[in-house]
């Protein structure tokens, strides 16, 4: 229905009421007394209208404070939307604030750094990302100008210069960092941060491994090459130099072929789509064939003893076996004939550990951090002498990682070595 003949109609009807009333006193009491009538009602009236304001100019200073009250007349109606106008103002306030707080608490989550500027480059708000990766504080930093925050020559050619469309990358504060400004509203900026140094490191570290990997295949390849040349040039050598070359190739052959395996393990331990398939490892089996093939490369050069004294536990028995194989062979390859290995599986304080003891040649401590790293070796003739690839321990390391474990080493030079391979006793059920 209309609004207006809502309001209206019961307004006319109740003063044509009251005017009814006086007139029905005026035909009983005469008109002095109509009048008085009606004068009486009316401003009892306007006294109502009056309170209702009065209580409605309260409210208003503050509507939180209570209810209204139910009102009489046009002012129920008037109340109750007043009311309800307050209730939906908070719960749009409170969504409101649920939302803020949302879009905060992704932002705070976020790795890119943002950050948000005025037309002038002040600073209006950031990100924690971008507080790390710019040096900033927010709440110290707030309303100062970006350029005299950032203090970079290039940061500040990039920004005021205003050429947007490619980002800018900047070391700062030892990082590496890709920056780029997006214009927004016509009238803001933002500055979105991106820390680019373990994407670079990773790169660089790829780089590395496809130099190394291709130079350690070079040489054998060499070896081989130039055998076959000597063959096809010389087709009448005799058979004796004939079997010793063939059996120089054959080394080398065998030699990139350890490589290429060794690299395959590594990516398959690195792999996604190899994930650990954990099985109960009966470790005393394990213990004794790494022994058995560390006698074997021994051939008799070193006293071999093996101990197990630990329980079995659960992993990867072929990855278990690659990892304390690695560590038992470099035991026998990197100590001299009459050494002692001593290859143990034992409870620690608060782990179980494969450890690989010897008394060979020992490893200074300024290598001792590096030995993990693919192809790092201490003296490089030595470890191919010895067939190595320069990947064991790298892999030691990789599949100790996948089962929650890690590698420790102590040696002293000219004395011996003790790798420990320790692995959370959790791995060890039923
Ligand atoms: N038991 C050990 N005693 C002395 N040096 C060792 C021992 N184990 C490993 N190393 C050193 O660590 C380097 C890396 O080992 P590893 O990754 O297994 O490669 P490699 O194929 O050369 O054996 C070796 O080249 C060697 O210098
Ligand atoms: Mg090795």
């Known amino acids: 229905m209309n609004p207006r003949l809502v309001f209206w109609v019961p307004a ?13 006193v005026w035909w009983m009491a005469g008109a002095v007394t109509a009048l008085a009538f009606a004068l009486v009602i009316v401003v009892t009236l306007l006294v109502v209208q009056l309170n209702y ?11 939180k404070s209570g209810k209204l009250p139910d009102g009489w007349g046009a002012w129920t109606d008037v ?3 007043l009311y309800r106008l307050r209730r939906d103002d908070e719960r749009n306030r409170d969504d409101l604030t649920e939302w803020l707080a949302r879009f905060r608490q992704a932002m705070h989550l976020l790795p890119e750094g943002v950050a948000i500027m005025d037309d002038v480059l002040f600073l209006e708000w950031c990100n924690p990302a971008a507080e790390r990766h710019l040096g900033l504080t927010l709440e110290r930093d707030k309303g100062r100008r970006v350029t ?16 947007y469309e490619q980002p800018l990358t900047l070391a700062i504060r030892g990082r590496k960092l890709v920056v780029q400004v997006i214009p927004f509203e016509n009238r803001r900026q933002i500055l979105v941060t991106h820390d680019a140094t373990e994407s ?27 055998f076959l040349e000597i063959a096809l040039a010389d087709p009448g050598l005799d058979a004796e130099t004939r079997t010793a070359h063939l059996k120089l190739m054959t080394e080398q052959a065998q030699r990139m072929q350890r490589l290429i395996e060794d690299m395959l393990t590594l990516s398959r331990l690195e792999s996604d789509e190899y994930p650990l398939k954990r099985e109960r490892v009966d470790v005393h089996k394990l213990v004794e064939q790494v022994a058995n093939d560390a006698r074997a490369l021994s051939n008799g050069r070193h006293q071999i003893e093996f101990e197990v004294d630990g329980p079995d536990l659960m992993g990867s ?32 304080p608060d782990d179980l550990r494969f450890e690989a003891c ?10 001792i951090s ?14 191919r002498e010895t067939q190595g690839t320069g990947l064991g321990l790298a892999i030691v390391k990789h599949v100790l990682l996948r089962h929650g474990g890690k590698l420790s080493i102590r040696s002293t030079p000219g004395k011996g070595s003790v790798f420990t391979a320790s692995l959370p006793n959790t791995s060890l059920q039923g």
């Open 53 to 63: 304001l009065h209580k409605l100019g309260e409210w208003l200073n503050d509507p």
């Open 148 to 163: 005299n925050l950032i203090r970079h020559p290039e940061f500040i050619d990039y920004v005021i210069l205003g050429r």
């Open 317 to 348: 028995a072929e990855e278990l076996r690659s990892a304390f194989g690695n560590l038992a062979t470099n035991a026998v390859r990197y100590t001299p004939a009459g050494g002692t290995i001593r290859l143990a599986w034992r409870r620690g």
């Open 200 to 226: 670079d490191r990773i790169e660089a570290m790829r780089r590395d491994f496809i130099a190394n990997a291709s130079h350690e295949l070079r040489t054998p390849l060499t070896v081989v090459v130039g």
């Open 370 to 383: 590096r030995l993990t790293e693919r192809f790092y070796r201490v003296d490089k003739s030595r470890s």
């Open 358 to 367: 010897d008394t060979g040649i020992g490893i200074d401590e300024q290598h």
């Open 79 to 81: 109340f109750a939307r």
């Open 12 to 24: 006319v009807l109740r003063l044509g009421l009251v005017a009814g009333a006086a007139g029905i």
